[in-house]
Nanobody, 129 residues
Framework: QLQLVESGGGLVQPGGSLRLSCTASGSSLKYYVIGWFRQGPGKEREGIACIKTNPSGGTTTYADSAKGRFTISRDDAKNTAYLQMDSLKIEDTGVYFC????????????????????WGQGIQVTVSS
């Protein structure tokens, strides 16, 4: 059974950077599509970024809110995925979740939370001056 644990969250000033990690155990992450999601205060959970497996090309997809500022990556040798977040804005505040699935279904953009079966517990990111 795949288990996911997020780390790297915290408090950062607007314009700052954070790198979130998602470390897997119980199975090899290389077989899974990985997604990052966030839930802001009083908001629904939204998809931020996803990355396919390396055999599938490691293709990435980003939400419009993340394009140009966030970078998703994976290191299958370390069983870990990352979300590098730069130029952070106050509206990026929220709980960030990583999720994984061998074949997210149904597949539209890969940013649909209902397509993923395995989830981390979430980690808080607060962007504030």
């Amino acid at each position: 059974q795949l288990q996911l644990v997020e780390s790297g969250g915290g408090l950062v000033q607007p314009g700052g950077s954070l790198r979130l990690s998602c470390t897997a155990s119980g199975s090899s992450l290389k077989y899974y599509v990985i997604g990052w999601f966030r839930q802001g205060p009083g908001k629904e959970r939204e998809g931020i970024a996803c990355i396919k497996t390396n055999p599938s090309g490691g293709t990435t997809t980003y939400a419009d809110s993340a394009k140009g500022r966030f970078t998703i990556s994976r290191d299958d040798a370390k069983n870990t995925a990352y979300l590098q977040m730069d130029s952070l804005k106050i509206e990026d505040t929220g709980v960030y979740f990583c999720a994984a699935d061998p074949a997210p279904t149904p597949w539209n953009t890969g940013l649909e939370d209902y397509a993923y079966d395995y989830w981390g517990q979430g980690i808080q990111v607060t962007v504030s001056s």
